[in-house]
């Protein structure tokens, strides 16, 4: 019989004002035996709701079943058949609008913390000798552009099929967004090279500093043997409002400003990287990118954060939990206010955002009630650092040096619906394909494509041989 | 890893490395430029392909020791390794067709990376003025390579203690109203030196491209902190440059944005050099 009480286990935290001043991680996990009552609180429903919410179809009560039972390295093993990074996912998920979001206890209560559970198998394993049990070698050679969460998913997938996977990655170590983007507070970096150990364990094989695009071509990929490409080349060229004064020194995409904190390390002395010392920080957008800028700002010393959005706090598109973290460690947020200029002092240093005043008019084609400006409602909001974390658009270096590959007008990636592209064996998901999205739905990305790659080897060469 | 198989010590500040790596030697071409990382705790610095070797598959670098993390990598020896070094990033420069007649202008360090365009145009068979400023006599570099890779070089310093006296915007000028009738001008260097040889050359109306040093983290058009104003419009100097038109560029906003570590540069390099934090 299922534990009834209505509410999660709660979590233990950081404390606000402690953790708005360290980057060490806020949400610190269950314990084993808050695990185990958490387990207890599923049903374990015969349709299984949770897993149509979940982009990479874990087998949740199969795995809080055993959870349940203090059987934690089972958990992890049904979790790790679908999932390569439930250390990355249990993390970072939105579930309140995936797996909680259709649990049958959200419905009179709250739903199974079902991400602390995946979270929990996850840290409980780490360091510990899991069985690896990599498929026997196919002969079939796949490359896979971009180490991000797609395609770190697309590459688990396949290597677990037997395939021989390169990851081809940009930057000097791979796990894009989840290593340069997702603050470590949130996320630690060494939970994220842990799950790609893994992988490379499973024999993927990852070349960091190689910039698909310039170094080599997708085309030269297909030259190399490799017989179906993966791209996942994920955010590209940060957005700007094109407003005055973005050009001012102190004015950071929230790519980079993140980048130098969580890439970087600008926030650890023993690295050379420099970053603004602010005090009055101003961050544009209302995403979870947002919110990541706005407390890596306050770790990082800011005396005043704001959040700048145009639309109200019901709009907000970040994760609830980071909105709610944000709050209490101090970030203000300045709904239904919109930056029309940037001012500077005599050196070209941003000192002000005048904003503008709005209110909600009639719903959009988001569906969402469009914000529309209050006249003569400017005013001056004093801030030396702006960052502007109001969306990116796809990556160019792909799309322009490979002939065939079909981009909408947005220059996203046009895939079908298994994720393959107007060119023959290229596939591609994540953000190349969607624009910025979330972890999580570039992973179901990944997986569907690695299915529909592995398909599409397999049938080319049935064709051969028959 | 990336092993360093010569190092040379151009002048004082100014240092030389061929650097083992095939991949990206396959592919260089002028103008186009890598970064590196000297090791784990260093910044990503890009810094322009000098030259390349497809057959050894070696990349050329040169930069000069100015801040913390050139210090770091110039610090390295022959056979030492750089932990990571990507590229070729940015776009190769586009000359327009039937070029006959080109002043390549380099002005100190920035001669490394007029050096390689100079080669490309000689080797094109395109007439290469090649004017290359320095302060002194003492700083100059790349003298018997220059004039081996153009049609002339006119090597010009600040105080007059070796080859033309003046800066190499006046000999451009003097180029020019001479009656050298030139298609294209190629000008790298510093930022001021870049703006002077536009507005020499705007009168004109010769064609100047300027090759931009942006602040840059990643180079492949996913940190935007390399954003330039050029006829108006951000351009990221990773992915759309860093080659631009120099009479739409606007150089002000680039030398403030280009300042903006200043502070921390000066504080970097006082902890490298074990003094107080």
């Not at chain 1, 233990?12 to 980057?23: D, I, K, L």
């Not at chain 2, 009168?203 to 050029?230: A, F």
Request: hydrophobic content about 40%; proline content about 4%; some cysteine.
């Amino acid at each position: 019989m299922a534990d009834m009480r209505p509410n999660k286990i709660p979590v233990a935290e950081q404390e606000p004002e402690v953790r708005a001043h360290n980057f060490e991680e806020v949400t610190l996990g269950y314990s084993l035996e808050k695990a185990v009552r958490e387990a207890r609180r599923c049903l374990n429903c015969k349709n299984k709701p949770c897993m149509n919410g979940c982009p990479v179809g874990v087998r949740i009560p199969e795995f809080i079943a055993k959870v349940a039972e203090g059987n934690f390295e089972d958990a992890y093993e049904i979790i790790k058949t679908t999932n390569s990074l439930p250390a990355v996912c249990g993390r970072v998920c939105p579930q309140e609008n995936q797996c909680e979001g259709k649990c049958v206890r959200g419905i009179k209560g709250e739903p199974v913390s079902i991400g602390r559970l995946e979270r929990f198998c996850a840290d409980y394993m780490r360091g510990k000798e899991t069985r690896v049990n990599p498929a026997p070698k196919n002969g079939h050679k796949v490359a896979v552009v971009g180490g991000g969460p797609s395609g770190l998913t697309a590459a688990g997938d396949l290597a677990k099929l037997g395939y021989e996977v390169t990851v081809f990655e940009a930057f000097h170590t791979a796990g894009g967004v989840l290593m340069y983007g997702i603050p470590e507070f949130r996320l630690p970096k060494a939970i994220v090279q842990h799950e790609i150990d893994d992988l490379e364990k499973l024999g993927v094989k990852i070349m960091t500093n190689m910039v698909i695009g310039k170094v080599l071509s997708v085309d030269e990929l297909f030259e190399m043997g490799y017989e179906a490409v993966f791209v996942g080349s994920g955010a590209g060229l940060p957005r700007f409002m094109g407003i005055e004064g973005e050009g001012l020194i102190g004015v950071y995409s929230a790519n980079e400003y993140l980048t130098r904190i969580n890439l970087m390390k600008a926030y650890r002395n023993e690295y050379a990287t420099p970053i603004m010392k602010s005090q009055k920080v101003a961050v544009v957008g209302g995403g979870n990118v947002a919110m990541d800028a706005a407390r890596s700002a306050l770790r990082i010393g800011a005396k005043k954060v704001y959040v700048v959005y145009r639309r109200s706090m019901d709009e907000l598109p970040a994760r609830k939990e980071e909105v709610h973290h944000a709050i209490e460690e101090g970030v203000e947020f300045l709904t239904l206010n919109n930056p029309v200029k940037l001012l500077g002092d005599d050196n070209g240093r941003v000192r002000s955002v005048v904003c503008q005043k709005m209110e909600l008019g009639e719903p959009d084609e988001s569906g969402r009630r469009s914000p529309v400006a209050i006249e003569g409602s400017d005013y001056e909001l004093d801030a030396d650092t702006v960052i502007m974390a109001i969306g990116t658009s796809p990556n160019p270096l792909i799309r322009n040096t490979t002939p065939g590959l079909e981009v909408n007008k947005r220059g996203c990636l046009i895939v079908d619906e298994t994720e393959a592209t107007s060119k023959e064996g290229v596939y591609a998901g994540g953000d190349a394909v969607t624009g910025a999205a979330t972890v999580i739905l570039a992973m179901g990305a990944g997986k569907k494509a690695a299915a529909a790659i592995d398909a599409y080897i397999k049938a080319k060469e049935s064709g051969i041989d028959g | 890893m990336f092993k360093i198989v010569r190092r040379k010590q151009l002048n004082g500040s100014v240092v030389l490395m061929d650097i083992d790596a095939p991949f990206i030697a396959k592919k260089a071409d002028a103008g186009q430029f890598v970064i590196v990382r000297s090791d784990e705790y260093s910044e990503r610095i890009p810094l322009t392909i000098a030259d390349f070797d497809r057959e050894k598959g070696t990349v050329t670098i040169i930069f000069q020791t100015i801040g913390g993390s050139t210090m770091t990598l110039a610090a390295l020896n022959e056979g030492d390794e750089i932990k990571d070094v990507v590229g070729p990033l940015g776009t190769a420069t586009e000359y327009e067709k039937g070029i006959k007649k080109v002043a390549v202008v380099g002005g100190g360090v920035g001669c490394a990376i007029a050096y390689p365009q100079a080669k490309k145009l000689h080797n094109m068979g395109v007439d290469v003025q090649l004017i290359a400023g320095f302060r002194n006599k003492d700083i100059i570099i790349l003298e018997e390579e220059m004039r081996k890779e153009s049609t002339q070089l006119h090597i010009c310093t600040d105080d007059g203690s070796y080859g033309y006296h003046g800066f190499v915007t006046d000999k451009l000028k003097e180029l020019i109203d001479g009656g050298a009738d030139f298609d294209e001008v190629i000008a790298i260097g510093p930022v001021p030196m870049m703006k002077f040889v536009c507005q020499t050359t705007k009168p004109y109306g010769i064609k100047t491209i300027v090759s931009l040093n942006p602040i840059m983290i990643d180079g492949t058009g996913m940190c935007g902190g390399c954003r330039v104003r050029v006829g108006g419009e951000i351009k990221y100097a990773c992915v759309d440059g860093p080659d631009f038109d120099g009479h739409e560029v606007d150089f002000s906003e680039l030398v403030k944005r280009n300042s903006t570590y200043h502070e921390a540069e000066k504080l970097h390099v006082c902890r490298l050099m074990g003094g107080v934090k």
